[in-house]
């Protein structure tokens, strides 16, 4: 089905059983989100909330809560999109078999931008901020935020919309010191799309505009967090996924969308920012509060009807899971054409995505008669850490195939085969005062930290422990040690005070584990706040351990040394206990989660949902 607005999509989804409705009124203060949550966790389905209060306007969440949902969104685009993302990789497909490709022609069409005359549509009202769904999230957000924005800019240099940018930056409509209607906020990175266009514009003097697109096809929302082929536009992509061509038309200078429910027009300019945040986000922490571009808002349009489409982001998994694995199925590895021996990268979704990768690539460089030991594989680590996004990792483990298959997927299966192969005087190297991700306050300042990488090749060189070790039971200080997975054991301590302080405590903590002899069965070492936590689920461990890490700061070892300038340890020991400079984590406030409990009672519009 071509889904020519947003309303035909939610009408198709509740008849085929994947949208259930809200009738009764809800409170876009901590509520709506808190219900999100629950039924998001449920594997629950689409929500339509038809009375939120303070707004004429209702709103839908959960819309790509599973993949299975969103295949089934865009089941008759699908494969054609795939056949020409595929084409765009690789064209000589065409070429040689033309007849077979005839479609994606046909599909290549539907990707063009229509501009419409007329001006703004008849549907179309306008209205202010303060109409819109003011939905706010986390207890300790700064305010209410768009989460599914379409953030729509263009070239100063070369304008016109098919050198446009179309992405996903949150947006703060309300909170800290904007003031209502007239002002919002923008969370964005200055090597974003929009802000090589912001760049531009500033260096002429001139303020950008900016259209801010909510809702419409869901093809629409898709678009703007899609990481497409060089020279294909998310416009583009947006009309080739839905099926039908993305109409426009521009009203004061402004590009406004004829698809979107939700129009915001606005200009930034240079050098006008003020503080945007804290805001609930997918490493499982608040971002804190940050300087950010402001948005002067110039006009905001709604369709009579509209819905505003909204999701929740936290710790993972989250509806912004299955936006990753929907994007890796459309697209395939992309990154295995733009780097030469990678076989596979997976970045790890409970680990927050950005500080934990796993990689498998090739090993050719050592020859076979030759100790093995990485070489080749240390060339493609050092690409993957350069590359588009993943370059954000803060751990990245990588290995090469051998005599047995390997699915970074498999989160244990794939860190003990690297840690009973790893030559841990040799095979640690790290990227210290480097960037890495905003959102990531585990470092020495915002986009400051280090990485690290782990690589191993050839035969198996230790054990593993499958129990904790009965030394680390006898050494003072150490806590309740728990076995993670195989080689792994988290250990608790007193909790930290400051890097000065810890210094000296790790480094008397590794000399009492190496006076007790080698521990050569158990490579890693997790010092943590809550042993427990940390090994009762892979999830908790990953989530735990590199997420409240800095690999330059927070990496320790039994027997370290510096040879040549490289490190080296018998043991490595990771500090992954919370810090006083890390952003607190995400905890849902109970009054809420009580209050909504009303709204799964017998009778009740989700009462009949299996929580």
Not at 239 to 247: A, E, K, N, T, Y
Not at 413 to 418: E, G, P, Q, W
Not at 441 to 465: H, M, P, Q
Not at 569 to 579: E, G, Q
Request: glycine fraction near 8%; charge should be negative.
């Amino acid at each position: 089905m071509i889904y020519q607005n947003l309303e035909e999509c939610l009408i198709d989804l509740e008849n085929n059983g994947h949208l259930v409705r809200i009738h009764e009124e809800v409170d876009p203060e901590l509520e709506m989100a808190a219900i999100h949550m629950k039924v998001h966790a449920a594997g629950g389905p689409a929500l339509l909330f038809e009375n939120v209060k303070g707004s004429k306007f209702r709103a839908v969440s959960n819309l790509f809560g599973t993949v299975e949902r969103s295949k089934y969104i865009f089941r008759h685009t699908w494969e054609g999109v795939q056949q020409v993302i595929s084409l765009r990789s690789d064209p000589m497909k065409a070429m040689k078999s033309p007849l077979k490709h005839f479609g994606t022609g046909l599909a290549a069409w539907k990707a063009l931008p229509l501009q419409v005359s007329g001006g703004l549509p008849a549907s179309f009202e306008e209205v202010s901020i303060a109409d819109l769904p003011l939905i706010r999230h986390w207890p300790e957000d700064g305010g209410a935020f768009v989460t599914l924005p379409q953030v729509y800019s263009e070239d100063p240099e070369k304008p016109g919309i098919m050198n446009s940018n179309l992405g996903m930056y949150r947006i703060q409509l309300s909170g800290n010191e904007y003031e209502l209607n007239k002002e919002i906020g923008l969370h964005y990175q200055i090597h974003r799309g929009i802000g090589v266009h912001q760049d531009k514009a500033t260096k002429k003097g001139l303020p950008l505009k900016v259209s801010i697109f909510i809702g419409g096809p869901p093809a629409h929302t898709l678009s703007a967090v899609m990481p497409l082929p060089e020279g294909m536009s998310e416009i583009t992509f947006a009309g080739l996924l839905s099926g039908r061509r993305f109409r426009y038309s521009y009203i004061d200078g402004y590009c406004i969308s004829h698809d979107a429910d939700f129009v915001i027009t606005g200009e930034i300019y240079p050098g006008e920012t003020k503080p945007e945040g804290p805001f609930g986000d997918h490493l499982g922490y608040y971002s804190l509060t940050h300087p950010f571009p402001l948005m002067r808002v110039h006009k905001v349009y709604a369709k009579k009807n509209a819905v505003f489409p909204f999701t929740v982001v936290g710790r993972p998994p989250q509806e912004d899971t299955a936006f990753g694995a929907l994007i890796h199925e459309l697209t395939g590895d992309a990154i295995k054409q733009e780097i030469p021996g990678v076989k596979e990268v997976h970045a790890v979704d409970a680990a927050g995505v950005h500080p934990l990768l796993f990689a498998i690539g090739s090993e050719r460089y050592t020859p076979y008669q030759q100790v093995k030991q990485p070489a080749e594989l240390l060339t493609i680590a050092n690409r993957i850490l350069g590359t588009g996004q993943v370059s954000l990792a803060k751990y990245l483990f990588i290995t090469a195939e051998e005599s047995q298959p390997l699915d970074s997927h498999d989160v244990e299966h794939f860190l003990t085969y690297i840690l009973a192969r790893m030559d841990l005087h040799r095979d640690l190297h790290f990227h210290t005062n480097t960037t890495i991700d905003t959102l990531d306050y585990s470092g020495t300042g915002l986009n400051s930290g280090s990485k690290v990488v782990f690589a191993a090749v050839g035969d198996v060189k230790r054990e593993l422990c499958l129990e904790v070790p009965e030394v680390l039971n006898d050494i003072k200080g150490i806590e309740h040690a728990h076995l993670v997975m195989p080689g792994i054991v988290a250990i608790q301590v007193s909790e930290f005070k400051s890097y000065d302080e810890t210094q000296t405590e790790m480094r008397e903590l590794c000399e009492a584990i190496a006076a007790k002899g080698p521990l050569p069965t158990c490579p890693l070492l997790i010092v943590c706040d809550d042993s427990q936590f940390i090994s009762e689920s892979i999830d908790n461990f990953v989530w735990g351990t590199f997420t409240r890490s800095n690999p330059s700061h927070d990496i320790h070892g039994v027997n370290s040394y510096y040879e040549n300038k490289h490190w080296a340890c018998d043991n490595i020991v990771i500090d992954a206990r919370i810090k006083p400079h890390q952003a607190p984590p995400l905890i849902p406030d109970p009054t809420v989660e009580t209050n909504i409990m009303r709204f799964f009672a017998d009778g009740a519009s989700l009462s009949g949902l299996h929580m």
